[in-house]
């Protein structure tokens, strides 16, 4: 499925997978806040919404998942 929206010129918009329980405005504070999250809740059981996909953090892993940030102005 594709999903078209028509912004206005000058529009910021935020795009991020969901490796980012909580998106903010920029990727710094997307960080800090996914810092937040994994060192409240590592399992990722209620905090930032408790996505059911996904996984807890693991032995070795800095993260729920891979990430991906993009913020563009169109």
Do not use: H, N
């Not at 997307?30 to 408790?50: H, Q, T, W």
């Amino acid at each position: 499925m594709i999903k078209v929206w028509t912004i206005p010129s000058g529009t910021e918009v935020v795009l991020a997978s969901d490796g980012y329980p909580q998106l903010c405005r920029t990727l710094e504070e997307s960080e800090a806040k996914l810092r937040e999250i994994i060192a409240e809740d590592p399992l990722c059981l209620g905090v930032g919404g408790g996505k059911v996909g996904v996984k807890g953090i693991l032995e070795g892993m800095e993260s729920f998942d891979d990430r991906a940030y993009v913020r563009v102005i169109a």
